[in-house]
């Protein structure tokens, strides 16, 4: 540990998890928020996608596990589910078929944002050396006199105080999509970076149900959308037996949010199964939209930015949330930033250029998961949205993914493999195992050229 002061900016997972830990490596850690924070695991006006489903992925909950044990049993405590793979998530693979159920010990917690955000900050509060100072805006960087070195920030309560500035050895900037550090980049005169977006147009819309008695033939209900169609859903169990409902469409064609044409719409799916699970169901709130879903990258990479001063989360890179990625990544850029600080010894001066060029390469495959599934909206040939056209190289990729996720019901040995790289234990190349590229081979080409019927796997 150095004898120095750490600037979090933004108490969300990403803040919160850097805080953790910057926590073990500097004398003081302050967290600067926005926000007035909730004492239990309620919603706050700074994270309106918290009201939807959130999908807290394996290695997310091992990292989180990891930096605060016993954590999943505070989420199991508090009345959050296990979602086995395996037994408990039913998923649509085509307009026909589910994937199959698999035996298998790869598993996470089904929780709201809202608990999961809850049970780190009660953790992270609990540290002797982090304090929050919430209700502030953080209204720039203090910098040296040549401008290299960020040596503070300036503080704005929200309300009559007057702005202060806060000195601090190292600054994190870790408040998501509303990060303002290009606009303090340009004010400073120093060069902002480059933005790659892909913006397929999806908007989801949601609402709590409660889960009925004795019900127990799932946890998760995912039925995303699969060509030619652009419409999917989704129910998640979560704590308090509370069904979080969720619906989607791709290149704007929204759900709505009036009752009866919320029901048609999930009516529309290729599939009977979620329409057929809400139709009767007990509403537990109203229906809440959220389209605030491109994914973007900010290369701060490319760029020489100011030393002690680093950026990670949305901040650096937001995910079209429908994938699910955002907590996960978060803790893996956290995580990251402690293995750079100790690899180069708390050398402060060093850290900001390495770090953020390692984020870069950490976010790379998380990026392909997510933007070569909305690429292929994207270039639908009634499509609409922002993205590069992808190359022949890209276009193979998404194919054979495709031809992958096909094939599940005939090999459910690729389920498994599926399911390490979304929950990001795997990168996207185990999809190029020799067993599973001849298995694809076998089952979508060379067996239907042969007259035979497919192999298919039982699913629950």
Same mark, same amino acid.
């Given at each position: 540990?150095?004898?120095?002061? %750490?600037?979090?900016?933004?108490?969300?997972?990403?803040?919160?998890?850097?805080?953790?830990?910057?926590?073990?490596?500097?004398?003081?850690? =302050?967290?600067?928020?926005?926000?007035?924070?909730?004492?239990?695991?309620?919603?706050?006006?700074? =994270?309106?996608?918290?009201?939807?489903?959130?999908?807290?992925?394996?290695?997310?909950?091992?990292?989180?596990?990891?930096?605060?044990?016993?954590?999943?049993?505070?989420? %199991?405590?508090?009345?959050?589910?296990?979602?086995?793979?395996?037994?408990?998530?039913? *998923?649509?693979?085509?307009?026909?078929?589910?994937?199959? &159920?698999?035996?298998?010990?790869?598993?996470?917690?089904?929780?709201?944002?809202?608990?999961?955000?809850?049970?780190?900050?009660?953790?992270?509060?609990?540290?002797?050396?982090?304090?929050?100072?919430?209700?502030?805006?953080?209204?720039?960087? *203090?910098?040296?006199?040549?401008?290299?070195?960020?040596?503070?920030?300036?503080?704005? !309560?929200? +309300?009559?105080?007057?702005?202060?500035?806060?000195?601090?050895?190292?600054?994190?900037?870790?408040? +998501?999509?509303?990060?303002?550090?290009?606009?303090?980049?340009?004010?400073?005169?120093?060069?902002?970076?480059?933005?790659?977006?892909?913006?397929?147009?999806?908007?989801?819309?949601?609402?709590?149900?409660?889960?009925?008695? $004795?019900?127990?033939?799932?946890?998760?209900?995912?039925?995303?959308?699969?060509?030619?169609?652009?419409?999917?859903?989704?129910?998640?169990?979560?704590? &308090?037996?509370?069904?979080?409902?969720?619906?989607?469409?791709?290149?704007?064609?929204? !759900?709505?949010?009036?009752?009866?044409?919320?029901?048609?719409?999930?009516?529309?799916?290729?599939?009977?199964?979620?329409?057929? %699970?809400?139709?009767?169901?007990?509403?537990?709130? $109203?229906?809440?939209?959220?389209?605030?879903?491109?994914?973007?990258?900010?290369?701060?990479?490319?760029?020489?930015?100011?030393?002690?001063?680093?950026?990670? $989360?949305?901040?650096?890179? $937001?995910?079209?949330?429908?994938?699910?990625?955002?907590?996960?990544? %978060?803790?893996?850029?956290?995580?990251?930033?402690?293995?750079?600080?100790?690899?180069?010894?708390?050398?402060?001066?060093?850290? =900001?250029?390495?770090?953020?060029?390692?984020?870069?390469?950490?976010?790379?495959?998380?990026?392909?998961?997510?933007?070569?599934?909305?690429?292929?909206?994207?270039?639908?040939?009634?499509?609409?949205?922002?993205?590069?056209?992808?190359?022949?190289?890209?276009?193979?990729?998404?194919?054979?993914?495709?031809?992958?996720?096909?094939?599940?019901?005939?090999?459910?040995?690729?389920?498994?493999?599926?399911?390490?790289? =979304?929950? *990001?234990?795997?990168?996207?190349?185990?999809?190029?195992?020799?067993?599973?590229?001849?298995?694809? *081979?076998?089952?979508?080409?060379?067996?239907?050229?042969?007259?035979?019927?497919?192999?298919?796997?039982?699913?629950?």
């Amino acid at each position: 540990m150095i004898d120095k002061h %750490a600037i979090v900016i933004g108490s969300s997972i990403a803040g919160l998890m850097t805080a953790r830990v910057l926590s073990e490596r500097f004398a003081r850690v =302050t967290i600067l928020e926005r926000d007035r924070l909730p004492n239990g695991p309620e919603e706050r006006a700074g =994270t309106p996608q918290g009201k939807h489903v959130h999908n807290l992925l394996v290695r997310g909950l091992r990292i989180m596990e990891d930096l605060f044990p016993g954590f999943d049993d505070e989420l %199991a405590a508090a009345g959050a589910p296990m979602m086995n793979y395996g037994r408990d998530v039913r *998923l649509l693979v085509s307009f026909h078929q589910w994937m199959p &159920n698999v035996e298998t010990d790869f598993a996470s917690r089904a929780a709201s944002r809202a608990l999961v955000e809850h049970v780190i900050r009660h953790r992270v509060l609990a540290l002797p050396n982090v304090e929050v100072c919430e209700r502030v805006i953080v209204d720039g960087l *203090l910098m040296n006199e040549n401008k290299q070195r960020v040596t503070g920030v300036r503080v704005a !309560p929200r +309300g009559t105080s007057e702005p202060y500035d806060m000195q601090g050895d190292f600054v994190v900037d870790a408040s +998501g999509r509303r990060s303002r550090t290009p606009q303090w980049l340009e004010q400073l005169g120093l060069p902002t970076p480059e933005t790659t977006v892909v913006d397929s147009e999806v908007g989801y819309a949601t609402r709590l149900y409660r889960k009925p008695k $004795g019900f127990d033939k799932w946890t998760v209900l995912y039925m995303p959308a699969r060509l030619p169609s652009v419409r999917g859903g989704a129910i998640f169990e979560v704590e &308090n037996d509370i069904w979080m409902a969720s619906l989607g469409g791709y290149n704007r064609q929204y !759900p709505p949010t009036n009752e009866a044409e919320f029901l048609e719409y999930a009516r529309t799916l290729p599939q009977p199964d979620l329409y057929d %699970a809400i139709k009767d169901g007990e509403p537990l709130s $109203g229906i809440i939209s959220y389209r605030n879903t491109r994914n973007i990258r900010y290369h701060y990479e490319r760029i020489n930015l100011p030393t002690h001063f680093v950026l990670l $989360g949305d901040a650096v890179c $937001g995910f079209n949330p429908i994938y699910g990625q955002g907590m996960t990544s %978060a803790a893996m850029g956290a995580v990251q930033l402690g293995e750079t600080l100790d690899a180069l010894h708390g050398d402060l001066d060093a850290v =900001t250029a390495q770090f953020q060029k390692q984020l870069a390469a950490l976010h790379d495959s998380m990026w392909l998961l997510a933007t070569g599934e909305d690429l292929a909206f994207i270039h639908l040939e009634s499509g609409s949205g922002d993205g590069p056209d992808p190359g022949w190289f890209d276009r193979f990729v998404q194919k054979y993914a495709g031809y992958c996720v096909v094939t599940t019901p005939s090999d459910p040995h690729i389920v498994q493999t599926l399911f390490e790289i =979304t929950n *990001l234990t795997k990168p996207p190349t185990a999809l190029f195992h020799p067993r599973i590229a001849v298995s694809v *081979l076998w089952h979508q080409f060379i067996r239907p050229r042969l007259g035979m019927s497919p192999k298919v796997a039982a699913s629950n």
